[in-house]
């Protein structure tokens, strides 16, 4: 059984910076995510990343101010948030799948419970 424990979520102010993390339990998948959901919107993709660590993915709304990172030695895939807008508010998810290369939600099969972020304006 593989489980996903979010955390690292919180209030920031437009500019700032969050690091989530996402502890990851059972059997090694091929892709681990990080999706968000707004209220009233869908959930959508931010970012992957591959099993070895060497293949990463992002939405284009987040490239350059996101990275995606699975660290082997605490069992985590970290989702470091800089330059935070007020639209980046939402209930981020962790997911993982045995999809290599995934980034749609529904080919993701493990979620989380998902971690709230605000960022004020």
């Known amino acids: 059984q593989v489980q996903l424990v979010e955390s690292g979520g919180g209030l920031v102010q437009a500019g700032g910076s969050l690091r989530l993390s996402c502890a990851t339990s059972g059997r090694s998948l091929s892709t681990y995510g990080w999706f968000r959901q707004a209220p009233g919107r869908e959930r959508e993709f931010v970012a992957a990343?591959?099993?070895?660590?060497?293949?990463?993915n992002y939405a284009e709304s987040v490239k350059g101010r996101f990275t995606i990172s699975r660290e082997y030695v605490k069992d985590t895939v970290s989702l470091q948030m800089n330059i935070l807008r007020p639209e980046d508010t939402a209930v981020y998810y962790c997911?993982?799948?045995?999809?290599?290369?995934?980034?749609?939600?529904?080919?993701?099969?493990?979620w989380g419970r998902g971690t709230q972020v605000t960022v004020s304006s």
């Open positions: 997911a993982a799948t045995s999809v290599i290369g995934a980034t749609a939600p529904r080919l993701f099969d493990y």
């Open positions: 990343v591959s099993w070895s660590g060497s293949t990463t």
